[in-house]
């Protein structure tokens, strides 16, 4: 199996109400192998830097775009396999708040068609309780730090 090493670029979209944007996802060569929820963003483009990928990837993913993005909240690195490949990635998290808004997903490529399955809008607590595989582990607190901040 061919490894993928990367750095990815992830973004917290936390609306007014505190709830976060999070993509429920699988991986189509694994049918069996359950879903999970993740928030936007992904590797980052050769000559990319963290800030422009993080932007790039909300704008595909979600239609929106972000003018800037608020300081790094953690980074997490991450070892997976999706469709055939093994990635080990290393992945640094921004916060943005916005208004809550449905996601338009015009932009999307063809493995985000067969691999993205809903979206939703997850208050902190529904994160806390929810027996759902979510990325990262922390995900609940890094949605704090970003309430905390209010902007």
Known sequence: ??????????VLLVDEQGRVLLLRGCDPHRPDGGSWWFTPGG?????????????????????????????????????????GRRIVQSNVYY?????????DPSGWSQVKRDSVLEHRWWPADDLRATTETVFPPTLADLLAQVVRRRR
């Open 43 to 83: 590797g980052l483009d050769d000559g990319e830097d963290d800030e422009a990928a993080a932007r790039r990837e909300v704008r595909e993913e979600t239609g929106l775009a972000l003018a800037g993005l608020g300081p790094v909240l953690g980074e997490t690195d991450s070892d997976f396999t999706f469709m």
């Open 1 to 10: 199996m061919s490894v993928l090493v990367r750095r990815a670029a992830r």
């Open 95 to 103: 916060g943005v708040r916005v208004a809550a808004f449905e996601p």
